[in-house]
């Protein structure tokens, strides 16, 4: 129990809590997959810090439900933002009618990048738009994972020049359910970067959820990196992979 706590000690020295200036008062945040974890820690995080309306984009339509009546029944949420509205919408990346088009590639490709992508480049005009509504900055943040580097498959198995990409990733030959969640990752820090040059008045960051054990029990700490990539990162981080708040080479 002491070397775990020292190591939750040491871990949150690297990721700072969230500046007492950053807020997100009348804004309307979306976040896929926020009925758990990092992200439901995160939209908690950003309801404090003054959300007007906070959109959970869930697969299950019931347990989209339940984060909402946990959020709702959270007594600082409660006591600080007692006016927020708190949804939760239905989006199963596995079901490709749900996105904007019908795909059928590798499942977890297909859900942890190609309809997360396809949904993104949908939304720019929306973002441009309300940004000049509101006069303060839109942007898309990702979670992303430290496994895109070194753990994915292409580090060993080059995509041949004359191969489309998304057949090589098709190919069950060549599939590896171990390195696969990596491949996704190292995928969405390809479009990151590429996004971010296309549209560069947007703010597109990733940031690391690949956090050690100890904090798994701590989520405010992985919730601090999800805010601070959103809406507390200057802007030399649009399309850049963020480690402990800070630019990840």
Do not use: W
């Not at 940004?131 to 839109?138: N, W």
């Not at 491949?183 to 960051?205: H, Q």
């Not at 956090?211 to 798994?216: C, E, F, K, V």
């Amino acid at each position: 129990m002491e070397n775990t706590n020292t190591t939750a000690a040491h871990f949150q020295t690297t990721i700072p809590p969230t500046p007492n200036d950053t807020h997100v008062t009348g804004k309307t945040i979306i976040i896929k997959g926020g009925r758990s974890g990092l992200v439901f820690e995160g939209a908690r995080q950003f309801l404090l810090l003054g959300a007007s309306r906070i959109i959970l984009a869930c697969r299950s339509a019931k347990r989209g439900q339940e984060a909402v009546s946990t959020l709702k029944a959270d007594h600082q949420i409660a006591k600080t933002n007692l006016a927020a509205i708190i949804e939760a919408f239905e989006l199963d990346l596995d079901d490709y009618q749900s996105g904007p088009r019908n795909s059928g590639h590798e499942q977890t490709m297909q859900v942890n990048c190609y309809t997360r992508i396809l949904i993104c480049l949908e939304i720019p005009p929306l973002l441009k738009a309300t940004a000049v509504i509101r006069g303060s900055p839109t942007g898309i943040t990702f979670v992303g994972s430290l496994t895109h580097s070194g753990q994915e498959s292409l580090s060993k198995t080059l995509i041949p020049p004359s191969e489309p990409i998304l057949d090589f990733f098709d190919n069950v030959s060549k599939y590896n359910r171990f390195t696969r969640y990596a491949d996704g990752k190292l995928a969405v820090n390809v479009y990151i970067r590429r996004f971010a040059t296309l549209a560069p008045s947007e703010v597109i960051t990733g940031l690391d959820k690949n956090l050690p054990a100890p904090l798994r029990l701590v989520m405010e700490l992985g919730g601090r990196t999800l805010v601070h990539a959103a809406v507390a990162a200057s802007a030399e981080t649009n399309g850049k992979f963020l480690r402990n708040n800070k630019i990840d080479p």
